[in-house]
């Protein structure tokens, strides 16, 4: 059988020292706000090229804790909108209503299935304070009109870099874009932590400093509480984790490329859309880190039960979009066709650091036969 994602297989790799990280946490007999999440926010300052990084529970509170502090510098308020991708994972869209801001959604670019940014500017209102963009399946959502924009309109412009770690614009890593950016390490992510775990990372000093407090409590002294805080800190177990495995990361993107090069390369059946990118560079492409192998069907749901009677295992990513989910009931007479072309066509087939050569040959060979009419 075949896998999509072989999370043991990936952390056996460093088993020996990530057994060795663990050991030492144990033994120091400190578990939070110690030496080993300064550390890790260091090297992940050093490797995004930001000032400063916060370590955080997860993704999710990461984006939260952004916009969290945003309202308690005054530059945003409940109510003001924030521009943010209709075909997105839902954890970026809860970010947003969590804060009682107001998505506003906006369709993607069919080719990228990213944020069209050519349909931002029409969007923009009196209460439009950010924008939101979202590096999805690990390629980098940025460009000098984006710029342009933001600074034309006065908004901040924070990246979900949930999918993107490593992936560069320009000779700029994703994270150091925008006014700000959260990270996910969630396990199956592109740098994952053996649990949940995540970072807030920005240039500028007063936002830092509010987010790191905001996840302790609202509170920079103990006990004294500035801000009616949350509770969500990166554990020092698992910054111990993440730093063993942020040495590796640029080496397991690599990987990622030529994998995503041999589908590219391989898969002839003309029924298959392929992501689009020019084939010839995807493995001196800086720009995409291919968090996910994303192709499109119009039997998508023909396409994955062939495959799973192949015991080829894929997923969706993803199978309803936020604006068609029951928490979101209030927009679901809403229609955004691209974002539902995109959700009934997706296919994500096995991509990772370890998925092996005779795997993929298996793959692309099942794939290559497959004939839906
Ligand atoms: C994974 C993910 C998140 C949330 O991260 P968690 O660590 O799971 O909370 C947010 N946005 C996107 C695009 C993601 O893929």
Known sequence: MINFLDLKKINARYALELKQAAAEVI??????????????EQNLSNYCGVRHAIGVANGLDALRLILRAYIELGTMNEGDEIIVPANTYIATILAITDNRLKPIL?????????????????????????????????????SEKLETI???????????????????????????????????????????????????????????????????????????????????????????????????IDQENQIRRQVARFYCDNIKNQQIILPSVSHGSITTDPSHVWHLFVVRH????????????KDINTLIHYPIPPHKQAAYREWNNLTFPVTEKIHNEVLSLPISPVVEKKELTTIVNAINRFNSF
């Open 106 to 142: 906006v369709e993607p670019n069919i080719n990228t299935y990213n944020l069209d940014i050519d349909q931002i500017e029409s969007k923009i209102t009196v209460r439009t304070k950010a924008i939101m963009v979202v590096h999805l399946y690990g390629r980098v959502c940025w």
């Open 298 to 309: 119009p039997k998508r749901d023909k396409l994955q039960e062939y495959l799973k009677a």
């Open 27 to 40: 033994d120091s007999g400190w578990y939070l706000l110690g030496e080993r999440v300064k550390v890790f």
């Open 150 to 248: 933001a600074k034309k309109y006065n908004l901040k412009v924070i990246e979900d870099n949930a999918q993107a770690i490593g992936a560069q614009w320009n000779g700029k890593k994703t994270g150091s874009l925008g006014d700000a950016a959260g990270f996910s390490f969630y396990p199956g992510k592109n740098l994952g932590a053996l649990g949940d775990a995540g970072a807030v990372v920005t240039n500028n000093d007063s936002l830092a400093e509010v987010v790191r407090a905001l996840g302790n409590y609202g509170s920079k002294v103990k006990y004294t509480n500035l801000y009616k805080g949350l509770n969500s800190r990166l554990d020092e177990i698992q910054a111990a984790f993440l730093n063993v495995k942020l040495k590796y």
